[in-house]
């Protein structure tokens, strides 16, 4: 069982940047690949980024490749992603979540925090 908690949401102006952290509890958190999701208002669940267990492969979405950054810390079981050069369309809520395997597919990933919002104003 892994738990999950996101932070480091917030409102920013275009162009702006955000770091976002999600937290896990466990002792087998390095054993996770850990996936970052979005989900914008009347939109579906969208993915964003996945980082397999020693940060050695990563995979991004089209939309935000170039922009985004996801990054590990196995010794602080903490996941992040960075979010440079923000748009508008970055605004969702934006979750974390643990699997056995770094995938784009939600549904590979059975543990999976609140979320945390991102608001980018135009």
């Known amino acids: 069982q892994v738990q999950l908690v996101e932070s480091g949401g917030g409102l920013v102006q275009a162009g702006g940047s955000l770091r976002l952290s999600c937290a896990a509890s466990?002792?087998?958190?390095?054993?996770?690949?850990m996936g970052w999701f979005r989900q914008a208002p009347g939109k579906e669940r969208e993915f964003v980024s996945t980082?397999?267990?020693?940060?050695?492969?990563?995979y991004y979405a089209d939309s935000v490749k170039g922009r985004f950054t996801i990054s590990r810390d196995n010794a602080k079981n903490t996941a992040y992603l960075q979010l440079n050069s923000l748009k508008p369309e970055d605004t969702a809520v934006y979750y974390c979540a643990a699997g056995r395997v770094a995938t784009r597919a939600p549904y590979d990933y059975p543990y999976w925090g609140q979320g945390t919002q991102v608001t980018v104003s135009s």
């Open positions: 466990g002792r087998t958190f390095s054993s996770y690949a």
């Open positions: 980082i397999n267990w020693n940060g050695g492969r990563t």
